[in-house]
């Protein structure tokens, strides 16, 4: 049997990792970015992109990102109950990152990064028009998250049910959504470490 202490390097976060930098987000990964768009109660529009987002539900869709600190984008979310999702991709890369500057909420990111707003359908927030999908999105709730020890931490939860699905025709084929050459990009590794998807392969889940 293989000594487990002399191949794998265990750690308690509580007492620290031991290494050069902290490997959690690196192993949480590729990470979907969560960029999202809202508007505060004067209709001012934020757009920003969020390290922790995923989908939680298919019946009915239910996606949802989480806030390190109540950044504008909760606040917003809560006052209006809405928020779209707008898709990252290789060709938005440097745009996306624009839109990460930590400004006030009277800049609106969209011109900031020179991008075009594209008009909701079911919602007052606008979405990226050049994004090759689009997700419109109601509040469900937003959840202020608790460690083990039962105290609130500054992390933020806002989950949304798909209200309106955007989708830019050139990314259709045969019906389909053409993830890859939508060329999606993900979070993936440290601070400044993204991926593209790469190649892609089937497998059928078994029946029994």
């Known amino acids: 049997m293989t000594d487990s202490s002399q191949t794998v390097h265990f750690y308690d976060p509580a007492q620290g990792h031991g290494l050069k930098h902290d490997p959690f987000k690196a192993i949480i990964a590729p990470r979907v970015i969560g960029w999202i768009s809202s508007c505060?109660?004067?209709?001012?529009?934020?757009?920003?992109?969020?390290?922790?987002?995923?989908?939680?539900?298919?019946f009915p869709h239910v996606i949802g990102f989480c806030s390190e600190g109540r950044k504008d984008s909760i606040g917003n979310i809560e006052a209006t109950r809405e928020f779209v999702w707008n898709m990252s991709t290789r060709p938005l890369a440097e745009r996306m990152n624009r839109t990460s500057a930590p400004v006030g909420p009277e800049v609106d990111e969209f011109e900031l990064s020179g991008?075009?707003?594209?008009?909701?359908?079911?919602?007052?927030?606008?979405?990226?028009?050049?994004?090759?999908?689009?997700?419109?999105?109601?509040?469900?709730?937003?959840?202020?998250?608790?460690?083990?020890d039962g105290q609130p931490?500054?992390?933020?939860?806002?989950?949304?049910?798909?209200?309106?699905?955007?989708?830019?025709?050139?990314?259709?084929?045969?019906?389909?959504?053409?993830?890859?050459?939508?060329?999606?990009?993900?979070?993936?590794?440290?601070?400044?470490?993204?991926?593209?998807?790469?190649?892609?392969?089937?497998m059928i889940r078994p029946t029994s």
């Open 40 to 58: 505060d109660a004067q209709g001012r529009v934020n757009l920003a992109p969020y390290s922790f987002f995923g989908a939680f539900a298919s």
């Open 115 to 148: 991008l075009t707003k594209a008009p909701g359908r079911n919602v007052a927030v606008p979405h990226v028009a050049e994004s090759p999908a689009a997700l419109e999105c109601k509040l469900l709730q937003v959840i202020r998250l608790n460690n083990l």
């Open 153 to 202: 931490m500054d992390n933020w939860l806002a989950l949304g049910q798909v209200v309106g699905v955007h989708i830019r025709q050139e990314f259709l084929s045969d019906g389909l959504f053409d993830t890859k050459a939508a060329r999606p990009i993900m979070r993936a590794g440290y601070r400044a470490d993204y991926a593209e998807i790469g190649e892609m392969f089937q």
